[in-house]
């Protein structure tokens, strides 16, 4: 894609969504922590979610990715309907298989970049491409290297995660979901188990990402990368969607209650911080 | 008190013949308790109930059986059931199932302390759940568990002991019939006590040297 592409894409996400949501209704037990949830995401859209913890906001993003089995709803994905199949008696589970296809665009990353201990950064980054896209080695040790020279991991392929700092075990793990090129991107607050100073690193290969026309949702507690860098922000509280909208209006002037208090909190935290 | 250097030399062969035996029993005896005991712990992790309950039951059983009562139970039991085995048949395989049970629990607790996410992480891959099995949990969990592992195995090493019960020409066996035959007590059971100690301490050897290498 050429860079106006990708910037037009940017600047203007419109066309059919990519991603959507409809209803989406997830308990634990007698719990329910999705009480109905409608979310569009359109290509090259880069969508932030944030809430209180216990809004349903990481629900919401392992929802969209069947890592959570919603009860009533749809996810679809690309116009595919995730994680179940229509039957003459009713919906039922999708077979791993067809859930893999339906989400084979998308590539996750997670709060605790769940690398693998016993392999290196570069099988880390290889295994899905030997194992799944049976590529030779060599070529997925090429695709691996290109995707690790991206988040700046290049020189750390041969070591193992141990080894590493949390910010970049975190950009190896972005690597890895890479690799697979996939279309659509999500991060489960890929920040929050990061000390302050290591937050950075991952941040600026997320808006790289974003820049290059990424379609991305990113459950994060980061307000400010959130303002610098979503077309949308969506605020969660209590299992629905309170509010969404451009991160200016969403920060500058938030309609309800339950967003400025939210906001209120998070910049006497920031400023007592500073 | 003397102590009759001679008498070992003139034993020497019978006593390594029963060392040999007790090593090669055991290694097979273990090598059936990891295959049983990978399977079962599966079984015990399995979302089918039924499989769950009936992996439970048998660990359960092996656990609370002594060990000698497995090994009567097959071989003198077993002909009732038209199974005929050799003694050292009954060896391998007793103390193999029974050792199973053991492993079970070991490789069950392996695979628990693997983060759930590493696996989330996998199926997110597209990587299919027997690669996800023999990828990533089992040689985390070889690596997680191979102290309790190694220990298990020494346990199994003493408890082969009983095999001269069911009258398997193993150490223990050849040691006593050296007893009977010279009427010496210190030499043959002092001999007996370093050739266990030496393949004990052999095992538990082998046991670090696998943690230092496959640990990063």
Redesign the interface.
């Known amino acids: 894609m050429a860079d106006a592409e990708k910037l037009a894409l940017n600047a203007a996400p419109n066309g059919a969504p990519i991603i959507e949501v409809r209803d989406l209704h997830k308990r634990f037990g007698s719990l329910e922590v999705l009480k109905g949830i409608e979310l569009e995401v359109r290509p090259s859209e880069v969508v932030c979610i944030i809430g209180p913890s216990g809004s349903g906001k990481s629900t919401l993003l392992r929802s969209m990715a069947f890592l959570e089995e919603y009860e009533d709803g749809e996810v679809l994905i690309e116009g595919r309907l995730l994680g179940y199949r229509q039957t003459p008696s009713g919906r039922r589970r999708d077979t791993d298989r067809n859930i893999d296809a339906v989400r084979n665009c998308i590539g996750m990353v997670f709060q605790q970049f769940n690398l693998w201990p016993h392999k290196t950064t570069l099988s880390n980054v290889t295994e899905a491409l030997r194992v799944v896209q049976k590529m030779d080695r060599a070529s997925a040790e090429k695709r691996a290297m290109e995707n690790l020279e991206k988040v700046g991991m290049r020189s750390k392929a041969h070591e193992y995660p141990g080894q590493l700092s949390g910010g970049q075990q975190q950009r190896v793990a972005i690597a890895r979901a890479l690799a697979k090129q996939p279309r659509i991107m999500f991060f489960d607050e890929p920040t929050s188990a990061l000390d302050p100073e290591l937050v950075g690193e991952v941040l600026n290969v997320m808006q790289t990402l974003a820049k290059e026309g990424m379609t991305m949702v990113i459950v994060t507690h980061e307000m400010g990368f959130a303002a610098r860098v979503a077309d949308r922000v969506i605020f969660m509280d209590q299992g629905v969607v309170v509010e969404q909208g451009a991160p200016a209006d969403l920060f500058e002037t938030p309609r309800s209650n339950r967003l400025r208090q939210f906001l209120e909190t998070w910049n006497e935290r920031s400023s007592g911080d500073g | 008190m003397s102590f009759d250097f001679d008498l070992l030399v003139r034993f020497a062969p019978l006593l390594l013949s029963g060392f040999l035996i007790t090593v090669v029993i055991c290694f097979f005896a273990g090598i059936v308790a990891m295959i049983v005991g990978l399977i079962v712990s599966l079984g015990l992790l399995s979302k089918f109930a039924l499989l769950r309950w009936l992996c439970r039951i048998y660990v359960e059983v092996m656990r609370g059986t002594p060990i000698l009562i497995v090994l009567f139970l097959m071989y003198y039991g077993g002909p009732s059931f038209g199974l005929t085995l050799s003694a050292e048949t009954v060896g391998i395989f007793g103390m193999g199932l029974y050792g199973g049970g053991y492993f079970a629990e070991i490789f069950r607790s392996g695979f628990q302390s693997i983060?759930i996410?590493?696996i989330?992480?996998?199926?997110?891959?597209?990587?299919?759940?027997s690669?996800i099995i023999w990828?990533?949990r089992i040689?985390?969990m070889l690596?997680l568990i191979l102290p309790p592992l190694t220990n298990q195995m020494i346990l199994l090493v003493k408890e082969s002991a009983v095999l001269s019960i069911i009258t398997v020409a193993e150490l223990t066996k050849n040691t006593t019939q050296m007893v009977n035959e010279t009427f010496a007590t210190l030499e043959p059971y002092l001999a007996a006590a370093i050739l266990y100690w030496i393949l004990i301490e052999g095992i538990a050897l082998l046991g670090a040297t696998i943690e230092k290498r496959?640990k990063?």
Do not use: D, F, N
């Not at chain 2, 989330?120 to 759940?129: D, F, N, S, V, Y």
């Open positions: 983060p996410g590493q989330e992480a996998a199926r997110m891959l597209g990587i299919g759940k690669a990828r990533i040689p985390q690596t496959v990063h």
